[in-house]
């Protein structure tokens, strides 16, 4: 095989910028990279090029961009003004609790409290008022209540972080789960943990946070520092392949509540469960991602760190409600900064903030047409029945392992544009939320949404309940076996109901099929049927074949292609993604028939992946991204499709070229 490197598609920019935060103004200036002229790229060679360099080279990057292509082309910020403009402007009464009456009424809340100058001072002093009751906690008892009166009131988590989640060993029910903490006081912990001097820079938030509070600079640094240290100690005690893994959840492990207070030296179950406003724990423990990690926060609780772990709930509550003391706070400016944006933009993004699934309703309702719910399950439909044929088919699996596997592909369920209009009703409820001013309205919602939780303890669990907005540009396969589409990603070149099946097929159908391809991944395999996970589901023996696959596969994503002729994918790190990428072509070629729609199909396939990327950003995709670039998605996966060489007629020699016995396959 030849390695072809494509310069057209990387740009080389060096930005260099000073001081200790950085905000780049929104503008319309273009950045003009130079890059060498390519009049043409065989098919053959770089089919990734050879469909999408026209477009590449008559792109631009806006000033501070990074990327621009396919999945930021789709203007979702456009399509929600449009509607908020016609909402707004429309003199109809809208039902009480529909998407549209609350949607006006928050939009037109926002715009009211950004011209009331005494709103805004009213807000900045119930932020103070929060802040001077954790100034005078006088023992960890106190700050304590004080966690949980944030959490139950603010709906700020901070000292607990335990919240109530899906319960990963049944999806049908709710679990009460200590999640992993990646950050602590927005301090990376995997950054400091491999070099603990970079922590010093990021001392300087919690130092203006204490001077916000009354403190002097010099007191404020010395606790900032001392913080800092405690925070380095939960870096080293945590485990940071949970965090790097494809599938986190698997180190996840239930314990009861006497399991847990042994491990415990400090604090007890119920200390930690009432700073999460957590009355009542019917299930008798808790889902545990890093046990590690949670003895080192409990012996955080001695009264001597009290100072230290007041500055860590008072940067939690201003991390979630600072931008409302900037106007009286001048140092919390930059971390808050000046919007560049419209009024009526920054309207939408309090929206999406406190009410995420009326705008998505709202779009839904805008943008998602009968026809294109008609077309989009008709191909659902084929892509479950061609990955039916696949699974059928894949003889070097045992019969058993096939029957369960096809269980749990007819168990997948989708969450659609569709299914959100079944779904989909009045709130009055919602209503009640509204305060005075918006930071009234976020605190209520937020109140709002932990009481919810709360009533969850103890509940079944909806596993098709909406947990992802469809107005942003987004699929994605859940644990729990759901595959969600969201409607923003349903215009081109991802899906158009005037394109041809086969456009489509290659485009959002693509999308789909990754997604369902998901359910059998090297990751997600360990799912039953049921979206439990169950590591022992399948046979030995079928999981030995599986993994022994997963080694191939590694072996031809790591050194089949490369990028820039030096660097390659870590096989590893991207295998679940590979694998879905994988099995999404098998799927989608197993549809198709004719030349015709294979050239169909092929072309659109490389549309969706078209991007202009910055090269540093494409570097550090390489070691940090379980996706692969998006030359090497569409050329490393075409290259095992054994249609596409027919079609193309690819030969030895050329630079896609794959001998056979170095093709891979998911299913054959």
């Excluded at 491990?263 to 423990?285: K, Q, R, T």
Aim: with cysteine.
């Amino acid at each position: 095989m030849h390695f072809i490197k494509i310069a057209v598609f990387f740009i080389v920019i060096s930005l260099l910028f000073t001081g200790c935060s950085v905000t780049t103004p929104k503008t319309t200036e273009t950045t003009s990279p130079s890059v060498p002229p390519i009049s043409s790229i065989r098919a053959q060679d770089d089919f990734y090029g050879y469909v999408n360099l026209e477009t590449l080279q008559g792109t631009t990057l806006e000033y501070g961009q990074t990327q621009a292509g396919s999945f930021s082309n789709i203007d979702t910020e456009q399509q929600l003004l449009d509607s908020m403009t016609r909402i707004v402007s429309s003199s109809e009464v809208f039902p009480d609790g529909s998407c549209e009456q609350i949607a006006r009424d928050a939009y037109l809340q926002y715009l009211d409290f950004q011209a009331d100058e005494a709103a805004i001072i009213n807000a900045c002093h119930a932020v103070e008022a929060e802040l001077d009751k954790i100034n005078n906690v006088q023992s960890l008892d106190e700050l304590m209540s004080m966690a949980e009166e944030l959490r139950t009131d603010f709906g700020c988590v901070t000292l607990s972080n335990l919240t109530v989640t899906m319960d990963y060993f049944n999806p049908d029910e709710y679990g009460i789960a200590w999640m992993q903490a990646t950050d602590l006081c927005g301090v990376p912990l995997e950054e400091v943990d491999e070099n603990t001097y970079l922590a010093e820079q990021y001392e300087k938030r919690i130092i203006d946070t204490l001077r916000v509070m009354g403190y002097s600079y010099e007191a404020a640094e010395g606790v900032a520092h001392n913080l800092m240290l405690m925070i380095i100690d939960v870096a080293w005690a945590t485990n940071f392949d949970i965090a790097n893994a494809a599938d986190p959840f698997s180190y996840t492990s239930f314990m009861s509540s006497a399991e847990i207070d042994a491990a415990l030296s400090h604090l007890s179950v119920i200390d930690f469960e009432l700073m999460a406003g957590i009355h009542d724990n019917p299930y008798g423990g808790w889902l545990i991602m890093d046990k590690g990690q949670l003895t080192a926060i409990d012996a955080l609780f001695d009264e001597s760190n009290l100072e230290e772990l007041k500055a860590l709930v008072a940067y939690d509550f201003l991390a979630q409600y600072g931008e409302y003391i900037t106007s009286e706070h001048s140092i919390y400016e930059e971390y808050f900064p000046t919007s560049q944006e419209s009024i009526d933009l920054q309207a939408i993004g309090y929206i999406h903030q406190i009410f995420p699934l009326v705008l998505s309703d709202l779009y839904v309702k805008a943008y998602y047409t009968d026809d294109m719910d008609q077309q989009f399950s008709r191909m659902c439909e084929d892509i479950r029945e061609s990955y039916r044929e696949l699974i059928t088919d894949s003889d070097w699996l045992s019969q058993e392992t096939r029957v369960l596997l096809l269980e749990k592909l007819d168990n997948i369920r989708f969450v659609d544009g569709g299914f959100c209009l079944e779904q989909m009703k009045d709130d009055p409820s919602l209503n009640d939320v509204f305060g005075a001013n918006v930071f009234e309205t976020q605190r209520n919602v937020a109140m709002r949404e932990h009481a919810k939780s709360i009533e969850n303890i103890g509940q079944p669990r909806n596993r098709l309940a909406l947990g992802r907005q469809m107005h942003l540009v987004n699929a994605c396969y859940g644990y729990d076996n759901t595959v969600t589409i969201t409607v923003a990603i349903m215009g081109a070149p991802f899906f158009d109901a005037n394109a041809d099946y086969f456009t489509n097929l290659g485009g959002l159908g693509a999308v789909v099929a990754h997604e369902v391809g998901h359910a059998f991944d090297s990751s997600m395999i360990k799912y039953d049927a049921n979206g439990v996970y169950n590591p022992l589901w399948l046979s030995a023996e079928d999981m030995a074949a599986l993994e022994s696959r997963n080694e191939v596969a590694v072996d031809y994503f790591e050194n089949s292609f490369t990028v820039f002729d030096v660097y390659r994918v870590d096989g590893e790190l991207t295998l679940g993604e590979n694998y879905a990428d994988l099995g999404s072509m098998e799927c989608i070629t197993n549809i198709a028939s004719t030349d015709d729609e294979y050239i169909l199909l092929f072309e659109n396939y490389a549309r969706i992946w078209c991007e202009l990327t910055l090269n540093t950003n494409v570097i550090d995709q390489l070691s940090e991204d379980e996706h692969s670039p998006a030359t090497i998605r569409v050329n490393a996966i075409l290259a095992t499709t054994d249609a596409f060489y027919d079609i193309y007629d690819l030969n030895e020699g050329d630079g896609m070229y794959v001998s056979p016995d170095e093709r891979i396959s998911r299913w054959k």
